[in-house]
């Protein structure tokens, strides 16, 4: 029913920029968050930011805070994760999850999800 497509991942230099896309296939109101996951080679899956309609609310991860803006626009049923000043740090497969609570974590909270999209950071 719920299909999630994510873009716009790729190869960019320390310091530089992405945009990811989410894609928002057949969405209904009971998936009204909107939360984007990273994973980086042997490492657990981190959540990276979230958004909610429940008070337009918007969270971050600490290692994120201040490069990364998460925004949504329901008019073009697409999510996006703006990231910059990147580090070396960041690179991961990145995808985005939605659930039918508010913001978290908890990847309990999370059923649907994106096929991921590679970004490297990277000299």
């Known amino acids: 029913q719920l299909q999630l497509v994510e873009s716009g991942g790729g190869l960019v230099q320390p310091g530089g920029s992405l945009r990811l896309s989410c894609a928002v296939l057949?969405?209904?109101?009971?998936?009204?968050?909107i939360a984007w996951f990273r994973q980086g080679p042997g490492k657990g899956r981190e959540g990276v930011a979230c958004?909610?309609?429940?008070?337009?609310?918007?969270t971050y991860a600490d290692s994120v805070k201040g490069r990364f803006t998460i925004s949504r626009d329901r008019t073009e049923d697409t999510v996006l994760l703006q990231m910059d000043s990147l580090k070396p740090e960041d690179t991961a497969a990145y995808y985005c999850?939605?659930?039918?609570?508010?913001?978290?974590?908890?990847?309990?909270?999370?059923?649907?999800w994106g096929q991921g999209t590679q970004v490297t950071v990277s000299s």
């Open positions: 999850a939605a659930s039918s609570t508010r913001c978290s974590y908890d990847l309990n909270n999370f059923h649907t």
């Open positions: 958004s909610s309609t429940h008070g337009m609310s918007t």
């Open positions: 057949r969405f209904t109101s009971d998936y009204f968050t």
